[in-house]
């Protein structure tokens, strides 16, 4: 008899699952959009689902609107051109196309807005399924940004892709930050962008869909550019409004013994594999001999994205079991090698990039799908089905 082979890995300690088993969901949500607009409307759509329906369903149902965007706009849209003026090669993105993306957009916020609702409806809360909706939602992060790109494309009244990268660095460091401050807090204080960010892009799509991409091509403000604008608004919030909070926090609950009361360098701890990624990515962007940013700014924006999305997650269970976080993964390999061998075989770079970009996002789908396969069994629960009282 063969012996069967068994890919399944079991990235959980068992110190992870006994934090799991003591871990309590703590919240704050402050923003005026989501407390007096989007929670009275969720309320209300949550009523119209099935109790039989598995929060979790709605959560990987809402990704998978993400996705869809992703790839319908890298159809129409794949080199970020179709919005630049100066670029007529490439066919304009149909009207239809933005109009089913704030559709799309829409139900992966509301699907989003009432998993929890779903959960406590159902009596299912548990550590699974937030880890299952934050973990997903780090990697909408990149998803959503970069189908907004294709709104004002990559040339004219816009930004380069290197700025781009940037920008999605930007928000990426946003959503990790509120989950480092969670990490020391042991509260999710959720930011009010990501209301505001939603409905925003809903929003933009719209107007898109109803003017096209020519809608935007305007200036502000002594010549700036409106995609410029948006670069600019991003940065000053996150400057202004997003790490002054987090730091506040954390400050705060040091300050009133309130968090966690991890030493300094445990508490700085999540910080340093987000910023090697940053770094080792960076230098391979910016410094690539073939430019490899210009050539294929998609498959970049994916790479980048998949592997932030890995860490942040790694990040998320270390903050819900209680345990330290780890320092380095081996998921950042890949790329640093790649960054190696594009200095040394220029040639093939573009190459290295395509098959970085394959393991990150088959490495990640393997640690997400271990991970989640792991606590349903050791919490004797299901993915995507409630639980019978007879199972």
Same mark, same amino acid.
């Given at each position: ?29 402050? #923003? ?54 100066? &670029? ?55 998803? $959503? ?12 009244? #816009? ?7 940037? $920008? ?8 990790? @930050? ?29 107007? #898109? #869909? ?6 935007? &091509? ?19 919030? *996150? ?32 910080? @340093? ?64 090698? *790649? *960054? ?18 394959? $393991? *990150? ?31």
């Amino acid at each position: 008899m063969y012996q069967k082979i068994r890919f399944e890995v079991e990235y959980l300690t068992e110190q992870h699952l006994t934090g799991f088993e003591s871990y309590k969901y703590s919240s704050v949500d402050t #923003s005026p959009l989501s407390v007096y607009v989007m929670h009275p409307f969720w309320n209300k759509v949550v009523q119209y689902c099935p109790k039989w329906v598995a929060p979790n369903v709605l959560t990987f149902a809402g990704f998978l609107f993400t996705v869809f965007n992703f790839t319908l706009f890298a159809f129409y849209d794949y080199y970020l051109y179709a919005s630049s003026d100066n &670029k007529p090669q490439y066919p304009p993105i149909p009207s239809w196309v933005f109009a089913l993306g704030a559709f799309n957009v829409f139900m992966a916020y509301t699907l989003d807005g009432i998993d929890g609702k779903q959960a406590r409806r159902t009596q299912t809360s548990g550590p699974l399924g937030e880890l299952f909706d934050h973990g997903l939602d780090s990697w909408t992060t990149m998803l $959503i940004t970069v189908c907004l790109f294709s709104v004002f494309g990559r040339t004219d009244h #816009s930004v380069s892709p290197l700025r781009m990268y940037f $920008i999605l660095w930007n928000v990426f460091a946003n959503f990790y @930050l509120t989950h480092w401050e969670k990490y020391n807090t042991g509260v999710l204080f959720l930011p009010w962008g990501y209301d505001f960010s939603m409905v925003g892009s809903i929003i933009i799509f719209i107007i #898109s #869909s109803i003017g096209g991409h020519g809608i935007w &091509k305007f200036e502000l403000f002594e010549g700036i550019p409106v995609g410029v604008m948006f670069e600019i608004v991003l940065y000053v919030t *996150a400057i202004v409004s997003s790490l002054p909070v987090v730091l506040w926090n954390i400050y705060k609950s040091y300050r009133d013994k309130t968090g966690k009361m991890r030493p300094f360098w445990d508490a700085v701890r999540p910080l @340093l594999p987000l910023a090697v990624f940053f770094a080792i990515s960076t230098i391979w962007v910016v410094h690539s001999p073939s430019n490899i940013i210009e050539k294929d700014p998609r498959i970049i924006f994916l790479t980048v994205g998949t592997i932030f999305s890995n860490i942040c997650c790694r990040l998320i269970v270390s903050q819900m079991s209680n345990t330290k976080c780890e320092l380095l993964s081996w998921v950042l390999l890949p790329v640093a090698i *790649a *960054a190696i061998f594009s200095f040394i075989l220029p040639s093939i770079d573009l190459v290295f990039t395509y098959i970085v970009a394959l $393991i *990150a996002l088959l490495a990640h789908i393997h640690y997400g799908t271990c991970v989640v396969r792991q606590m349903c069994r050791h919490f004797r629960i299901y993915t995507f089905r409630i639980k019978d009282r007879t199972d």
